[in-house]
């Protein structure tokens, strides 16, 4: 059973730091692609940060510089580290896994943690 538990959001004040935990379980963590995606009230959900199986990250224009994906394959466990937030920041993140083959794409996503910052 694949699961993905996200850990860490909550209440911030502007300009402060958060750090978003991710952790898989029920898959070959090390072979996917993990995602970190946000969905704000009345917005679609837009992918904010992304590090491929190779280590290589991407980021939404509008969070570059502030915030910082990571994973850990030996933990299975994907970070998003969240600094200088800003109230528009606030929505429900998800953690996102990808695994693309020949045959499928699988895909995979984990219950969402609300981040509000506000003061």
């Known amino acids: 059973q694949v699961q993905l538990v996200e850990f860490g959001g909550g209440l911030v004040q502007p300009g402060g730091p958060l750090r978003l935990s991710c952790a898989a379980s029920?898959?070959?963590?090390?072979?996917?692609?993990m995602g970190w995606y946000r969905q704000a009230p009345g917005n679609q959900r837009e992918l904010v940060a992304s590090i491929i199986r190779a280590g290589t990250t991407n980021y939404v224009d509008s969070v570059k510089g502030r915030f910082t994906i990571s994973r850990d394959n030996a933990n299975s466990a994907v970070y998003l580290q969240m600094n200088s937030l800003k109230p528009e920041d606030t929505a429900v993140y998800y953690c996102?896994?990808?695994?693309?083959?020949?045959?499928?794409?699988?895909?995979?996503w984990g219950q969402g943690t609300q981040v509000t910052v506000s003061s």
């Open positions: 996102n896994a990808k695994l693309f083959t020949i045959e499928r794409l699988y895909d995979y």
């Open positions: 029920g898959i070959r963590f090390g072979a996917y692609d």
